[in-house]
């Protein structure tokens, strides 16, 4: 044989291997990895097939656990953040031994090891090592704190105290910026945060920081995963009975097998989240619920026995058939959009939250396959949240909610935005905008399109083309027709109202959901999306149904005396159109009407539905008027829906809608 053909026979042998194995390594990684459409195709059901990957193909699991128990001011000492940092990497660290990782590296640092100099070097040279296709997984378990004076959020290492915060905390703006600089370089990076202990709140003139107000401080981007431990309000709780924080003890019971309720031996991260998000509400009587943000595709984190799902911890499996099972059955593509919270301590801005749900319920009321339901008034008649918030969701036949919260500091806001799941409350995705807060339109349609594309519906090109076009010109007339419209975070007081509710012989039991009814009046545009409705209608057994024509029409004759009113600005007349007017909602119509110059108002895509004598009227809205505040021409949209009742001989708007 000669010399060439050995070479050759060689070529061909290493070009085979090269082959196998890439083919092996994107078999093993392509269901962690978006397809053209950005879909996400499930992990393989097989352990075996897992097994047979080869261990070149596989990435490293680099592990950077911290944890700070005892701090240089005694008084806010922790009682198992350590503990919890050993034994979030020794349960990491077992995954070695599976299918998923060719090898696990872990840092971790405790107590007197945990400075502001230790954690960056962590993530920079420890986990800068990492590869691009390696996972990265970084626990912080301590106190997080934010200094009033600044505005600035810190994580706490040990030597930080009242007195040294600036140079020795950790801002978790740095600690952004070093998140954007890993990510560069590791596409995949999960964040656990177990903070906003009881202890901080002993601080000199700081205030203990929620999971979730850190966690925002995180700039979001696909393949970035957070988990954090508390929301606004909330401490991060300490069992002495478990041995752990809450939170992470639930955490390490996912990841030993109790988050794969399939028991195909695989946890993902949504499988992690959502089984954390079910269980610290237990674990704590409803006292503490962890928040998660989760940008692009889901991960598969954890190999575990497939036996886990049996093999649960007993308290866990307890608890868990305890739980009450969800009822009713969601409806596909109905959606619920949730008042977004306001993360700092700024009531100024509140009626942003507002407002951001409004906006969004205009805008995807624009998407025909969308039925889209607001909480304007189910926020009142219920204190749910959390998983209870979505459990009643599903309960009504909505099948994902959109909940979020906003950030204001100076001229910038951030607003990010999460679907959540209620059959299985897991976030199924993350996403985020930022800017200027002139620009909260073009940021609110911009999140619109981002939240779209998530979602399993199709948009057509004139549905987009209707949520991008320039339809709101004004963020303070629009803040003005909201809080003409009683849409506001703050409730409406009952007292001075100028015409009193009468008792009528009509029963006011709960309904079910039911598909919207469509109504045609006139010039009007015919919709599919109903918004706004009362939870309360939504719990009984009588079905929706359609209004009878004279019905029908008499309620619209009211929708378009409404319409009159407005542009003619009597509010006297509009009084006679409500079951009650309150002072105070007379003056802030007045306020908008008198900034309105030169108002025109069309009403269009109206839904009808009768429901037990009352009569549900969703409709988009559109103003054009020269703003008196500013002389320029301004038009406004807003997807409103009122409730009428039969008063008098005629239909009138229902007090409260």
Known sequence: MSDRTRRALRVGAVSVLLVVSVAAYYYHFGRNRSGPTGSYAPAPASQSTLEATPSMARPTLWVLSIGVSRYKESGIALQFADADARAMAETLKAQEKGPLYNEVKSLVLTNEEVTRESIINGIQSFLGEAGPDDVAAIFMAGHGVQDHATGSYYFLP????????????????????????????????????????????QLSARAVMSGDTLAARIEAGEGLFLLAAAKPG????????????????????????????????????????????????????GAQHPYNKMEGTDLTLAAVPKQGVAERAPRAEAVEQNAPEPTGTPVANAIEVTDFRNLRADPENDWRGSMLRVALCTELSK?????????EF????SKAEGSEEL????????????????????????????????GTGVNQGSEAVQGNVDDFFDLEKELVMKILRRLPVEVSAEEGQSIEEETNTSV?????LLEAEGISREPTPAASPTKSPRARGVSRGPQPPHPPVDAHSGNTIVGRSLAGLVRAWFVGTALA?????????????????????????????LAQLYEAFSDRQREALRAYLEN???????????????????VAVSFTRRDKFIDHATGKQTRLEVRLTKIFVREGGKWVIAAGA
């Open 158 to 201: 040990a030597p930080a105290s009242a007195a040294n915060l600036l140079t020795d905390g950790l801002r978790m703006s740095d600690f952004d910026e070093m998140m954007r600089v890993l990510r560069r370089n590791i596409r995949r990076v999960v964040v656990m945060l177990d903070t906003c202990h009881a202890g901080a709140l």
């Open 234 to 285: 909330e401490e991060s709780k300490e069992d002495p009975q478990l041995g752990h924080g809450t939170f992470t003890y639930a955490l390490l019971e996912g990841l030993r097998g109790a988050a794969d309720t399939t028991g195909e031996g695989l946890v993902s991260v949504s499988d992690l989240f959502g089984y954390v998000a079910r269980r610290v509400p237990r674990l704590t009587a």
């Open 367 to 375: 998407i025909r396959a969308l039925r889209v339901y607001s909480s």
């Open 378 to 381: 189910i926020g009142r008649a």
């Open 391 to 422: 459990r009643l969701a599903r309960q009504l036949g909505i099948s994902k909610v959109i909940r979020g919260s906003f950030v204001v500091q100076g001229d910038m806001i951030r607003i990010d935005a999460g679907i959540w799941d209620t």
């Open 476 to 480: 303070n007339a629009y803040k003005l």
């Open 545 to 573: 149904t359609e209004p009878v024509p004279d019905v029908k029409a008499d309620v619209l004759q009211s929708l378009e005396d409404y319409r009159q009113a407005l542009e003619q600005k009597d509010l006297d007349r």
């Open 596 to 614: 309105a110059v030169n108002l025109e108002v069309e009403i269009v895509d109206i839904v009808v539905e009768s429901r037990d004598g009352r």
